[in-house]
């Protein structure tokens, strides 16, 4: 056991490592990059009052080290300072939009995934069969397809152009909680589970090609146990087990595919808020978005790394 | 040096170099066949497409009567799939909007194609101290998702093709520094390679001589996997409205421009570059696919003889 969790913990650590050289490249990147980060937020035509002022409040008067400390300490105490959007909190800004965010990708993932562990099976069972043929072209194309082009493809075939059956975008009060509107859920969550089910659905096919090769699966089968049982008792069980480390890049994948879903959709979520505000440069929140979404990123490949080594014994037992 | 010493180890079979084995079997597969066949479609679209084109990009659709057409126009005479957002001519604008795509996706993967595999094999090469400092340092750029990371920097220096090229690139090098390494790393204990370290070749040499071209399936596989979403990702950038700039003909560009088309019945300016980005990154998957499939192949008999 000693080996398992010196490796979690060598394994945070590292999380954390990067994490925090991620915060200095998002800082340098977005203001310590050579050249006046106030004008070009306020472009050519401003006064030298108002880049002075704008100066002062994102404290580009200071030493660079002396900058980035600050708002290190602000991330570490939550505060991420004041949208120049919006004049409020970038906490505020954010707090709103992470749930429609946070409910999409739970919403892609619960769907993707036993759509996923099925079609694996399927066609693990019918290996080089017809079916297994045509879902390994299709998954493999549609894993191909940039998520916006599979967006905005759905809008044109259900809500615009061929059918007119569903919403192209969503239209939300603010302050409303993101399941009141099924409708407007349906395409932008296709479009997730599109992007995500492919891959988890090819990792969990080679897993149970594997399985049902295997010799505990044989002594099933000549036990006399019903198909139906050997599948679901003895081999699934297994096969889902390397696929948890994919559920884990899925979803990390899911926290990049949110920015271009979301704003394809016009979806209030982070992933439409992190454009909208490169498109205003509004500093402060590209900067707390960009390191959410890293931190989600780390956090989730860190899992994956870890479940990996839980759920493979062979891996498991070098450790100890 | 070496291929003399594999020649004299099996003088009856003439050895290929590995490259031309893995373009064969790459190439004996039907789903080769059709990418490819995809892949150039596009590319002679996007290559010559512009000669052909009724209008000049930026121009407006003018009528028999010398009168400007309006926007999102339906498919008439003048302009056979219709007008765009401002009225000028879509099918003209899908014929020039092919080549900043193609472009700067391959220059991009190039830029971090050439770079992960200088840092993978340095990587594995030296080992050690050097090997866990460079290797760590692109996991960091790994913490992003490459467009998260182009957005951060578009939102400094604002939107410019250097600047593409350059995020996609940077953040395309340590995926393939990852396969590089990892493939190297086995080929470095290899006795061809201790033996041209024991007789002095320097070390440039071994790496490019000796080391990359024994890797080649791994790499192949992995840079046609970028390509893929590398084009997505620039194609992404301009429909965010940060990459290519109004004027330019784009596909990612016009999908964005061209979006009010769809609600009043104008859906050719979306549709055509939908369908062109589409079966490019198919196309682009299928090749890879084939790449990795004759790798499988090839790996395997490796193993049974």
């Given at each position: 056991?000693?080996?398992?969790?010196g490796?979690?913990?060598?394994r945070?650590?590292?999380g954390l490592?990067?994490l925090?050289?991620?915060?200095?490249?998002?800082?340098?990147?977005t203001?310590?990059l050579?050249?006046?980060a106030a004008?070009?937020?306020?472009?050519?035509n401003?006064?030298?009052?108002?880049l002075a002022?704008?100066?002062?409040?994102?404290?580009?008067?200071?030493?660079?080290?002396?900058?980035?400390?600050?708002?290190?300490?602000?991330v570490?105490t939550?505060?991420f300072?004041?949208?120049?959007?919006?004049?409020?909190?970038v906490?505020?800004?954010?707090g709103?939009?992470?749930?429609?965010?946070?409910f999409?990708?739970f919403?892609?993932a619960?769907?993707s995934?036993?759509?996923?562990v099925a079609?694996?099976v399927?066609?693990a069972?019918r290996?080089d069969?017809?079916?297994?043929?045509v879902?390994s072209v299709v998954?493999?194309?549609?894993?191909?397809l940039p998520?916006f082009?599979?967006?905005?493809?759905l809008v044109?075939l259900?809500?615009?152009s061929?059918?007119?059956?569903?919403?192209?975008?969503?239209?939300i009060?603010?302050?409303?909680?993101?399941w009141?509107h099924?409708?407007?859920?349906?395409?932008?969550?296709i479009?997730?589970v599109?992007?995500?089910t492919?891959?988890?659905?090819?990792?969990?096919r080679?897993?149970?090609?594997?399985?049902?090769?295997s010799d505990?699966v044989e002594?099933?089968?000549?036990?006399?146990?019903?198909?139906?049982?050997?599948m679901?008792?003895?081999?699934?069980?297994?096969?889902?087990?390397?696929t948890?480390q994919?559920?884990?890049?899925?979803?990390?994948?899911?926290?990049?595919?949110?920015?271009?879903?979301?704003?394809?959709?016009n979806?209030?979520?982070i992933?439409?808020?992190?454009v909208d505000?490169v498109?205003?440069?509004?500093?402060?929140?590209?900067?707390?978005?960009?390191?959410?979404?890293?931190?989600?990123?780390?956090?989730?490949?860190?899992l994956?790394?870890?479940?990996?080594?839980?759920v493979?014994?062979?891996?498991?037992t070098?450790?100890? | 040096?070496?291929?003399?010493?594999?020649?004299?180890?099996a003088?009856?079979?003439?050895?290929?170099?590995?490259?031309?084995?893995?373009?064969r079997?790459?190439?004996?597969?039907t789903?080769?066949?059709?990418?490819?066949?995809?892949?150039?479609?596009?590319?002679a679209?996007?290559?010559?497409?512009?000669?052909?084109?009724?209008?000049?990009p930026d121009a407006?659709?003018?009528?028999?009567?010398?009168?400007?057409?309006?926007?999102?126009?339906?498919p008439?005479?003048?302009?056979?799939?219709?007008?765009?957002?401002i009225?000028?001519?879509?099918?003209s604008?899908?014929?020039?909007g092919?080549?900043s795509v193609?472009?700067?996706?391959?220059?991009?993967?190039?830029?971090g194609?050439?770079?992960g595999?200088?840092?993978g094999?340095l990587?594995?090469?030296?080992?050690?101290?050097?090997?866990e400092?460079v290797?760590?340092?692109?996991?960091?750029?790994l913490?992003?998702?490459q467009?998260?990371?182009?957005?951060?920097?578009?939102?400094?220096?604002?939107?410019?093709?250097?600047?593409?090229?350059?995020a996609?690139?940077?953040?395309t090098?340590?995926?393939?520094?990852?396969?590089?390494?990892?493939?190297a790393?086995?080929?470095?204990e290899r006795?061809y390679?201790?033996?041209?370290e024991?007789?002095?070749?320097?070390?440039?040499?071994i790496?490019?001589?000796?080391?990359l071209?024994?890797?080649?399936?791994p790499?192949?596989?992995?840079?046609?996997?970028?390509?893929?979403?590398n084009?997505?990702?620039i194609?992404?950038?301009?429909f965010?409205?940060?990459?290519?700039q109004?004027?330019?003909?784009?596909w990612?560009l016009?999908?964005?421009e061209?979006?009010?088309?769809l609600?009043?019945?104008q859906?050719?300016?979306?549709?055509?570059p939908v369908?062109a980005i589409?079966?490019?990154?198919i196309?682009?998957?299928?090749?890879?696919?084939?790449?990795?499939?004759?790798?499988i192949?090839?790996?395997?008999?490796?193993g049974?003889?």
């Amino acid at each position: 056991m000693r080996g398992i969790r010196g490796f979690v913990i060598r394994r945070v650590l590292f999380g954390l490592v990067t994490l925090f050289v991620a915060s200095i490249i998002i800082f340098a990147a977005t203001q310590a990059l050579p050249g006046d980060a106030a004008r070009s937020i306020l472009g050519r035509n401003a006064t030298p009052d108002s880049l002075a002022a704008l100066r002062d409040q994102l404290g580009l008067n200071k030493p660079v080290l002396q900058q980035y400390w600050e708002w290190l300490r602000g991330v570490l105490t939550g505060d991420f300072g004041n949208s120049l959007a919006e004049q409020r909190p970038v906490t505020d800004v954010i707090g709103e939009r992470i749930v429609y965010s946070a409910f999409l990708m739970f919403l892609a993932a619960i769907i993707s995934f036993p759509l996923a562990v099925a079609l694996g099976v399927a066609s693990a069972r019918r290996r080089d069969g017809p079916f297994d043929h045509v879902t390994s072209v299709v998954s493999l194309a549609l894993a191909a397809l940039p998520e916006f082009i599979v967006g905005i493809a759905l809008v044109v075939l259900f809500a615009t152009s061929v059918f007119h059956v569903l919403p192209g975008v969503t239209i939300i009060d603010p302050g409303t909680p993101p399941w009141s509107h099924p409708k407007e859920l349906i395409l932008p969550t296709i479009t997730l589970v599109i992007a995500v089910t492919p891959y988890t659905a090819r990792i969990m096919r080679a897993s149970m090609v594997e399985i049902l090769e295997s010799d505990y699966v044989e002594m099933a089968r000549l036990k006399g146990l019903s198909e139906q049982l050997v599948m679901w008792r003895h081999a699934v069980p297994n096969g889902i087990a390397p696929t948890f480390q994919v559920i884990a890049i899925n979803l990390a994948y899911l926290a990049g595919g949110i920015v271009v879903v979301e704003t394809v959709f016009n979806y209030p979520g982070i992933g439409a808020g992190f454009v909208d505000a490169v498109h205003a440069r509004d500093m402060p929140v590209v900067q707390a978005l960009a390191l959410l979404i890293a931190a989600l990123y780390v956090v989730l490949n860190m899992l994956a790394d870890i479940a990996t080594i839980l759920v493979s014994p062979r891996l498991r037992t070098s450790l100890k | 040096m070496t291929d003399q010493a594999i020649a004299l180890d099996a003088p009856a079979v003439r050895r290929q170099r590995p490259w031309v084995i893995l373009l064969r079997a790459t190439w004996g597969q039907t789903r080769t066949k059709v990418g490819v066949v995809i892949v150039l479609a596009l590319v002679a679209v996007a290559g010559v497409g512009p000669f052909f084109a009724p209008y000049a990009p930026d121009a407006p659709v003018q009528r028999a009567h010398g009168e400007y057409a309006l926007p999102f126009e339906p498919p008439s005479s003048a302009a056979l799939l219709g007008t765009d957002n401002i009225g000028r001519d879509v099918l003209s604008r899908f014929l020039w909007g092919g080549r900043s795509v193609l472009a700067l996706a391959a220059l991009s993967t190039l830029l971090g194609a050439v770079l992960g595999i200088a840092v993978g094999l340095l990587a594995a090469y030296s080992r050690g101290l050097l090997d866990e400092v460079v290797m760590r340092t692109m996991d960091v750029v790994l913490a992003f998702p490459q467009l998260v990371f182009a957005l951060v920097l578009v939102a400094t220096v604002g939107p410019s093709l250097a600047l593409m090229v350059f995020a996609v690139g940077i953040t395309t090098m340590p995926r393939v520094a990852r396969v590089t390494r990892g493939a190297a790393l086995e080929v470095v204990e290899r006795d061809y390679v201790r033996a041209a370290e024991g007789i002095g070749v320097p070390r440039r040499r071994i790496l490019f001589g000796e080391i990359l071209p024994n890797i080649t399936s791994p790499l192949v596989v992995e840079v046609t996997l970028r390509l893929t979403f590398n084009i997505a990702v620039i194609a992404a950038l301009s429909f965010l409205g940060f990459g290519l700039q109004p004027p330019a003909a784009d596909w990612g560009l016009m999908v964005n421009e061209n979006r009010q088309g769809l609600l009043v019945g104008q859906p050719w300016g979306v549709v055509m570059p939908v369908l062109a980005i589409g079966l490019l990154t198919i196309g682009t998957s299928l090749i890879g696919d084939g790449f990795s499939r004759a790798a499988i192949g090839i790996e395997g008999g490796r193993g049974r003889t």
